[in-house]
């Protein structure tokens, strides 16, 4: 009796030795990363129709799951505020941007209400890490550590020279803030390239974290291809000569290729075709406007460049780590790609932009003709409400859980991400937070578009504001008004994703019912009239829109 009985317990020992790693195997919460680079447009990576070299994003896209339809907020901060609370920006504190407006929904900074990331998944067992950009609190008590994250680097506001720390030249005072948690960084001029001390920080804390028995979630928060254009001069000799065709040609290429990768539909191509007005004829400039047009774009591709070799490092540390098997990586932009021109609208930006286009130097921005190429096949830019400025590329990564090579249409938004990383991570959103009653999550979960496959549709509608520009997005159509205008334009964006035809005349009581929504969200987070709370100087030069040009 007592050798059967040590039998069965060595049998039963031997059954846990192999079901308990199976078990833990099934119920191991997976790590997570998510990439956001910044004023880049929807055809900059090469899965999306570029000539850029993105290899190691595109093999997340060959690899994952791309989205023809991902939103974002039209500008960094408000994009920020979202995504890393799952809230609409004005819920969140920050529907302006980092500054103070004098009422909550535009105080600057996260409202204890809307709790982020880091304060979320950190509850829930993860370690919690961020390398890049904060941009929704300057105060330190707003800063990374005091909002859930326990390790950070990266710049607090809204961007930084690539090359040092200097102030940057806004026309009021911008101070960079370079912290690592806590601690300011003062690093010492033409010593560092700023995409790549985000990068390798991103893969320290990685080697850091593995010490751990947890999972992660790493926040990489990439400045480039943001102004000013400034680049290893390595990377932009590799795209010397690739943009002397001009932009009319090159938009024309990307179109063609959009259409190749399923990204496009041959019709939204052709509703696509006519060019910018705003933009100039390539072949009608001079041959030194060419010279330093051309110039710009070799610099702007040799940033995203660098941030796609950073990408790279990363997935090589996490196959290092033999983590990539249980990793999530999602892929965005924070906004459009911009019309503004920095270096040549005053004085202030001339004094700073004292090198050639690419120098620690410069202060050059990509500018309109430009961002028109990056953000095809849309129309518009940075911080306005069209699709060039609210469209982002989508990509989702997971071997084994994400179908390669999968194209979905999606229309999905910021505010959804939240929701996806915590029912991923097995957790319940907590309805208070230190005292806090908090704001509920106003998204709805991706896991099932991204990991079943099935046909998703939203249901419930996206709502834009910003510096007056309002739009509402609900199934095939899209409202849309742009400051100062308060006239609304109708799209039927299932043919029409250039907004090339005005349908709201044809289409009364879909605009009725539309800005009826608009209303009713607009008063539930809180918007104001823009023309009562705009500031006496604005954040960045004007920039005409196209707004009623068709």
Not at 11 to 32: D, E, G, H, M, R
Request: charge should be neutral; aromatic fraction near 12%.
């Amino acid at each position: 009796m007592q050798h059967k009985t040590s039998f069965i317990i060595a049998l039963l020992a031997l059954f846990s030795s192999i079901i308990a790693p199976l078990v833990q195997a099934q119920t191991k919460k997976p790590n997570i990363i998510l990439i956001m680079v910044d004023d880049m447009g929807y055809s900059d990576l090469g899965a999306y129709g570029s000539e850029i070299q993105t290899p190691n994003i595109d093999k997340l896209a060959y690899e994952g799951l791309r989205l023809r339809e991902f939103y974002n907020n039209s500008i960094c901060a408000p994009t920020r505020a979202s995504l890393i609370t799952g809230q609409y920006p004005h819920k969140a504190g920050v529907g302006y941007f980092d500054v103070n407006l004098g009422i909550p929904p535009y105080q600057g900074y996260l409202n204890k209400e809307s709790l982020t990331f880091g304060e979320v998944l950190r509850q829930a067992g993860y370690s919690t890490l961020l390398s890049g950009k904060w941009h929704v609190g300057n105060d330190s008590l707003h800063w990374p550590k005091q909002r859930g994250f326990d390790r950070f680097f990266g710049v607090i506001g809204g961007g930084s020279n690539y090359f040092d720390a200097e102030p940057m030249p806004l026309g009021r005072q911008y101070p960079v803030v370079i912290l690592e948690d806590n601690q300011r960084q003062k690093p010492k001029a033409n010593s560092y390239y700023f995409t790549d001390e985000i990068t390798n920080h991103a893969v320290q804390f990685l080697d850091e974290q593995n010490k751990m028995d947890k999972p992660f979630f790493l926040y990489l928060a990439y400045t480039a291809p943001h102004w000013p254009l400034q680049a290893l001069p390595e990377d932009i000799a590799k795209y010397r000569g690739k943009y002397d065709t001009g932009w009319d040609a090159l938009r024309k290429e990307r179109l063609a290729r959009q259409v190749k990768l399923g990204i496009i539909t041959q019709a939204q191509a052709d509703a696509a075709a006519a060019r910018d007005v705003e933009v100039p004829d390539w072949d009608n400039l001079t041959f030194e406007e060419k010279q330093l047009w051309k110039a710009k774009m070799e610099v702007y591709a040799a940033m995203l460049d660098r941030a796609d070799q950073g990408v790279g490092k990363v997935l090589a540390k996490l196959k290092e780590l033999k983590k990539d098997d249980n990793t999530l990586i999602i892929f965005i932009s924070d906004n459009g790609a911009p019309a503004e021109d920095m270096a040549h609208r005053d004085k202030n930006h001339a004094g700073r932009n004292t090198g050639p286009v690419g120098t620690a130097g410069s202060f050059e921005s990509q500018g309109k003709p430009w961002s028109y190429v990056s953000n095809t096949p849309f129309r518009s830019f940075k911080s306005f409400a069209y699709e060039g400025g609210i469209s982002s590329p989508f990509i989702a990564w997971f071997p084994g859980k994400i179908k390669a090579g999968s194209i979905a249409k999606g229309t999905a938004h910021l505010i959804d991400l939240a929701p996806t990383f915590y029912e991923l991570a097995g957790l319940k959103y907590p309805s208070t937070y230190n005292g806090v009653s908090t704001n509920a999550l106003q998204g709805k979960s991706l896991s099932n578009l991204l990991f079943k496959t099935e046909a998703w549709e939203r249901g419930e509608p996206i709502f834009w504001e910003r510096a007056g520009n309002r739009a509402v997005r609900q199934g095939k159509w899209k409202l849309v008004s742009i400051y100062p205008s308060y006239r609304w334009e109708l799209y039927d964006l299932e043919k029409d994703r250039a907004e090339a035809q005005n349908v709201a005349s044809q289409n009364l009581l879909v605009v009725d019912a539309l800005s009826k929504l608009y209303f009713q969200w607009a008063q539930q987070n809180g918007v104001v009239d823009y023309d009562k709370i705009k500031p006496a100087q604005p954040l960045l030069p004007p920039a005409r829109s196209t707004a009623g040009t068709n």
